[in-house]
């Protein structure tokens, strides 16, 4: 018999009870949010929630507009919505992939100045971001990167946070003698790389692939240096040149924002086990 049955009914209700209370709390902003998206003006600055009317439960169903998000994707927000996907996905993908590869070397190779390079890759992870911000437009201006695809995706493809975590994983998840066996078999680094270690360290994975997604979607400094052409500028920047100088539409915003929300919540329900897993699997050796 587990613990929780052996708890008794009035703590388990009790438990139940907070967390739903957490839940509503959480999910309130959210319903909020996609309901704005669906008012007019009027209606947004004349009702908290759900504009009232003559409607079941005393709400004017029939106010409620897709207008939003047609006038948004009339303004050409499909494109920058198009960026997103194409800039963040691929800078996961190559992101997990070198990383996962820079810390499977740290983890298991035996080379001159192996220490050093940990060492100065626990030292990037210290640095703050923020100061590398005019090196690095200075670096890419010189290497004739700015305004450019590659320019945007290169500085976040080796991030030193991802490579310290990928050593420590491959450290604690791989066997040495499985490594040895592969090599005695016959198979080269690359083929031990995406054959063994890559799937023995799968959670990892997941969850910096994610993390890297969501870094890169929601990324809003770094397109605004890099990026000067409007139609490669990626829908965080996009989301805030809504906003007018003189009068805001909240209502096209409140779209804005829903549609940039939606892919990164159907990526974390997909990958949240992995997501979980690769967050905990360093908390217990073996």
Known sequence: MSVGRR????RRLLLQGLLGLLAIVTLVPFAWLIIASLKNREDFSQSMF???????????????TLQNYE??????????????VFYSSTTAVLATLICAAAGYALAKFRFRGRNVFTLA????????PTLLIAPGY????HLRLLDTVPGLILPFLAPAFGVFLFRQSVSQSVPDQLLEAARMDGCSEVEIFF????????????????????GMWNNFISPQIVLQSGEKQPLSVAIAQLRGLYRSDYGLMMAGTVVSIAPV?????????????????GAVKG
């Open 195 to 214: 054959a063994i270690v890559l799937p023995l360290i799968r959670p990892m994975v997941g969850a910096f692939l994610l993390i890297t997604f969501l």
């Open 71 to 84: 006038n948004l994707f009339g303004l050409g927000f499909g494109g920058a919505f198009l960026n997103s």
């Open 7 to 10: 708890s008794p009914l009035w």
């Open 121 to 128: 890759v626990l030292a990037l992870i210290i640095l703050p």
């Open 265 to 281: 919540a159907v990526l974390f329900l997909l990958l949240q086990k992995q997501f979980i897993s690769g967050l905990t699997s």
């Open 138 to 141: 200075e670096l890419l201006y």
């Open 50 to 64: 759900l504009p009232g009317g003559d409607g079941l439960f005393g709400v004017a169903w029939d106010r409620l």
